[in-house]
T-cell receptor, first 113, second 117 residues
């Protein structure tokens, strides 16, 4: 069975600094990987996804993530944090042909002025 | 755009009440899901449905039931609400059939914040 681990339940960065949110997965076969963002009192919104092809994927709001099979990782990055990036971020994994996503515990990102 | 609509953003109910949370999607998706979200616990799957009149238990089904009489609507029912069911409830949907469609992930509703007093 697949699983997802997000390292760090809270991450705090200064405005303009690099954002790095870590996600490692466990899967016996190549997975599909997702990052979702949740703003306060809202549902989850898809940020980006990896299915096949290029391992560096770009998403909305300047975020990107790289699928590294050898490290079983799918870390989320943004070169320069903005105050509006403050939110909770969830990594998720599924297998091809599977119907359910498995979510990580979430990482709350705080941006300091 | 796919829309998943949850009928209420905020609900306050009394202990012992029967509570219905409604979710409607407009893109003919086969799969629908109910999660609850609590601080520090992430998203936990309550129930899901692959098709009309079909349902399967998720990780925490106790105290809940579901109904899917029409493809677009998936209802979560709290048979007798308790204070430990105070939470944010999220509905989601996804298509299936062609394997690659799973790669589109889920579309979520805005959530219902339920308080049981």
């Amino acid at each position: 069975a697949q699983s997802v681990t997000q390292l760090g339940s809270h991450v705090s960065v200064s405005e303009g600094a690099l954002v790095l949110l870590r996600c490692n997965y466990s899967s016996s076969v190549p997975p599909y990987l997702f990052w979702y963002v949740q703003y306060p009192n809202q549902g989850l919104q898809l940020l980006l996804k990896y299915t096949t092809g290029a391992t560096l994927v770009k998403g909305i709001n300047g975020f990107e993530a790289e699928f590294k099979k050898s490290e079983t990782s799918f870390h989320l990055t943004k070169p320069s944090a903005h105050m509006s990036d403050a939110a909770e971020y969830f990594c998720a994994v599924t297998l091809r042909g599977a119907q359910k996503l498995v979510f990580g515990q979430g990482t709350r990102l705080t941006i300091n002025p | 755009d796919v829309k998943v609509t949850q009928s209420s953003r905020y609900l306050v109910k009394r202990t012992g009440e029967k509570v219905f949370l409604e979710c409607v999607q407009d893109m003919d998706h086969e799969n629908m899901f109910w999660y609850r979200q609590d601080p520090g616990l992430g998203l936990r799957l309550i129930y899901f449905s692959y098709d009309v009149k079909m349902k399967e238990k998720g990780d925490i089904p106790e105290g809940y039931s579901v109904s899917r009489e029409k493809k677009e609507r998936f209802s979560l029912i709290l048979e007798s609400a308790s204070t430990n069911q105070t939470s944010m409830y999220l509905c989601a949907s996804s298509g299936r059939g062609v394997v690659a469609r799973v790669g589109y992930g889920y579309t979520f509703g805005s959530g219902t914040r339920l308080t049981v007093v």
